[in-house]
């Protein structure tokens, strides 16, 4: 992995040479920041630029063994873990971590759930994990200066775990290098917290989201800027987007279905919606309750705004051009925010059909307003 292969956040590249060109590399990092940034990658260039012996021009070479072994997955002084499922450890699952890596340059917690298909499970960093982990880092360095440890999503990481890992994530040795991503660095346990430096990595500009889409997926510019700008900094979210899966289309039916069933105030009708929807696996009606605020949002710029500032898909534009006048300076604030508690009652393991026959019926209220 190269600093070039990753879009955006230029001034992150720069600080990451320059700590090693410099040699004055922390003991432990924490990159942080939203999905779809390339966090995880921007940690595998790092540690990739660390050990090659030939780089230049604030690249590694990807030619050297050390380069070579990083480009396969398979250097031997570079370490990962991450959250899995039934009480495991990271080498348990290394072959599907290197498919996964090997499928995705830009990650995702929902894309390592699908490989893993744990869509019902939340995988986590088992006390287990710690064991593996200080062994791993006791070991001397085989081909490099520096062994590196990339900790990938560590919020996901269990107390025990935790609390086993805070001597030698603070006092290292001397050729020990952590590297934690974060996804959210709030929810990161402040033991770890509090040994590790921090390097944000901001959300990827619109332009540099549509280049990549360009170069990376084929498709014309126009296209291109569109799906970016619904992306609003995320990658992942961006790829996503460009598949118009059956989920997506799944979700704009249940959205527009709702809308109408609320604007007719047909309250059995959405009894039945609000069941239905709540079939879903919990991860799934959060994904829902994602598109329902971004199409609330781009109905209310189709309807107030410049219609050019507005990007929807032909199929939800030609939605709009009758349902956007309902969502306006009267209720646009109030209905983002019952969508806002809907998804936060549903991420706190609430009962899904109550909460969304509520969110429904609030809905109903406001869509005349």
Known sequence: MRFSDIYGNEAVKQRLRAMVDDDHIPHALLLHGPTGTGKLAMARAFAQYLHCTDRHDGEPCGKCPNCLAHQSLNHADTYFVFPVIKQGTSDKYIAEWRDFLTRYRFESYQRWQAVLKSENAQ????????????????????????????????????????????????????????????????????????????VEMKPVPTPEVARYLEEAEAIDPDTAMALAAIAEGDIVAAEESLKLDSEQRDFFTQFVDLMRKAYSRDFKGLRQWSEKVSDYKREKCCRFLEASARLLRENFIFNVGDRSLCYLRPEEAKFSSRFAPFINERNVEAMAAELDSALRDIRGNANAKIVLFHFSLNIAKLIKA
């Open 123 to 198: 995988p986590m960093i088992y006390v287990t994990e710690s064991e593996s982990i200080i062994h791993k880092m006791n070991l001397a360095a085989f081909t490099a200066p520096y062994k590196v440890m990339i900790i990938w999503l560590p919020e996901k990481m269990n107390e025990g775990c935790a609390n086993k890992l805070l001597k030698i994530i603070e006092e290292p040795s001397s050729d020990s290098i952590f590297v934690l991503v974060s996804d959210d660095e709030s929810k990161v346990l402040p033991t770890i917290y509090s040994r590790v430096q921090r």
